[in-house]
């Protein structure tokens, strides 16, 4: 990617554009000065002449100067739009960003280099423990163990898209950390005293995004917005920070992932404003170029579009043609199905599971009942009073309405408030707090189910899930002066029902590609503690560490932990392409949890595999999966083909690989391409389908695996043939999963289960998805629907 200074549309477009200028005059001055930004996307092979044009920039701005709309009056109502060309992209897509009027578009239709033009359009971000939790460290990790073997990621260089880092963290501190490796490109644009060899990039893209905010100084350095982007980029590859703390809870040395990874931060979201896809785009256009080797994005759209226009599945493309391993959050659109975000094949979908780690806080009622919730904000030596114990009086129970939370009514008294209305609970506790109340008791909303998300409260508080708040109504019902006293047990581990999918995460089956199973995977999401900027909520610090760490929940916080596991899988693999890094993680997850029974979602049923994927990431045994499901940049294209798009499509997402043609192409069924999970319908005669596979031999040189299927009645599948032997590494073997309605054709219903391939020293598990139609109308029209 380019950025350009201004194209001046008036000098330049005035010799090349006579011809056009003649063909708009009808249309010339309707949408006067109402200039947008749009995604042009252009024709290839793009083989402009290099003798005149030098770069593909000023090929492009060529492109745009011959439909550059040269009415005067234009220019003066909206003076900016002189920086016609924003972006022109080298790598992610055959195309460039521009500020253009409609008209001019309608121009560039007629066009032969035109294609599509996409308007513009944003995307949003979706919101130390867990080192331990899933294994990384402790003696058998270092000794043997996961970042014994990956040397904690050194070297490995991670990308982060997000809003801006607090540079000079401690998490970002270079303490051990040697000089990035002689491949990276890219640069630090903080001043050196806080660039270091930890926090090697960090750079700003809003040039697309600045027209949002015209009239405020550029965001040219990519500083904190949020805390969002520094909770991320710790996750992934902060460094050790010894005495990590939030309120003085959860006291542990902090560390990413791959804490010994470099980072490189490209904010392309800000404050208010989300996160321009153009800007997305050049951002992932430079990192290709940069030398990273993951990239970890925790942003996306809520409503999923095809993968032609989004920013992050194009570069993504990219990225992994680039050998970039590309980790994105699922979305947090959870609990109802088809809210997946990020879905294209190529890329690492993350759902959120909770942690084992509460922060309790118990209410103790006056009719002697316990009631476990938790309390990020535990005031020491708190005592053990029984408080007269309060509703929302006159209110709707949210105590959102300031005027009624009088003196009179709560001083000295515990409050119990609903979650919703409209005051945040932080706002409620502040409120209270001024108005003399001895504490909150915050009930939290249904669909949270067991989950609770503690915050730094001003005051004395216990933020319990609906079924608690049940029975303290109940109890409250029950008696004419109902009394509690809150009860402060410090940070709890080992909760048996973790990991439990996340009620927020958002859930499958995909929209844009139901014969794969998405999300793909789940990490720890739920109150996960990394580094912030500064304080976060209203309760005072009570030690400056602890105001440089904050509890954080979503699939933006699963994602970066999943980034940092993929780099300390490719340096331990350095030959691994990111489809076999993908498949490694997905084929070793867990399915069980810490009772050794299903996981289980947020209301503590057993979670399905659209909630789930394929299990809770298991870096130890991702490091030695066996065997492999691997994938080329290429194998995607007949994919994409049998998907429905069109060949301009495809071959906007497969640039900068030389154009293909679809028709020329074999046909690749969605179920038939290479994934680590398998999904089939059984939608039509003759209720039967075969599905290929073939695995790569990357564990002991001389192998044999033995299939196991463990699938519920209704399905019968049999795997063909049903031993794999290796004879050496590197060794592919294809088979063929045969899956039919037990007794013919199969009643309405989704049936789930897996197929082990099982060795002496590996199960290699796939899940299986089998479901009697589809989730979706398919959008193959006739000319690509080859079955
Ligand atoms: C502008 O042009 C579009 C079609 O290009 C038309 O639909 C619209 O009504 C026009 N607006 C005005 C104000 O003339
Ligand atoms: C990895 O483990 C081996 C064997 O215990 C040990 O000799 C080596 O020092 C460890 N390396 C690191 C980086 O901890
Ligand atoms: C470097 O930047 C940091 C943070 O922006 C600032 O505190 C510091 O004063 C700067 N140092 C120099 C030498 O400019
Ligand atoms: C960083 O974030 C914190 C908290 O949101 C804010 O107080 C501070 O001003 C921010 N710093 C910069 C440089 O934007
Ligand atoms: C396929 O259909 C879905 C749902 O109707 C739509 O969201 C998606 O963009 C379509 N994909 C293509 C490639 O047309
Ligand atoms: C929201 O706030 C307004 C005024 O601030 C108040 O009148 C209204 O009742 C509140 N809504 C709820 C649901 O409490
Ligand atoms: C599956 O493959 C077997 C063996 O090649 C073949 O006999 C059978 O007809 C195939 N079934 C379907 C549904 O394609």
Redesign the pocket.
Known sequence: MARLGALICLRVAIVVLLPSLLATVS?AH??TGVHKNYLIIVRKPYEYDQNVYKTVSSWHASLLASVCDTAKEELAADPGAETRLIYSYRNVVNGFCARVT??EV?EMTKKDWFVKAIPEKTYKLMTTYTPQMIGLTGPAALHGGVWNRSNMGEGMIIGVLDDGIAAGHPSFDAAGMGPPPAKWKGRCDFNSSVCNNKLIGARSFYESARWKWRGIDDPVLPVNETAHGTHTSSTAAGNFVPGANTMGNGIGTAAGMAPRAHLALYQVCFQDKGCDRDDILAAMDDAVDEGVDVLSISLGDDEAGEFAGDPVALGGYTAIMKGVFVSTSAGNNGPNPSTVSNEAPWLLTVAASTTDRKFVATVKLGSGVELDGEALYQPPNFPSTQWPLVGDTGGDGTCSDERLLKKEHVAGKLVVCDQGGNLTGLEKGSFLHKAGAAGMVLIGPEFMGSVVQPKPHILPVAQIVYSSGKKLKAYMKSTKSPTAALIYQGTVFGNPMTPAVAPFSSRGPSKQNQGILKPDITGPGVNIIAGVPGPQGLATPPNPLAAKFDIMSGTSMSAPHLSGIAALIKKAHPKWSPAAIKSAMMTTADTMDRRRKPITDQDGHKADLFGLGAGFVNPTKAMNPGLVYDLSAADYVPYLCGLGYSDHEVNSIIHPSPPVSCKRLPAVDQKDLNYPSITAFLDREPYAVNVSRAVTNVGRGKAVYAAKVEMPRTVSVTVTPDTLKFKKLNQVKKFTVTIRGANGRMKDDVAEGQLKWVSPDNVVRTPIVVSSKKFFKDNTTSDHARH
């Open positions: 249309v309707n949408d409609r008209d309608f």
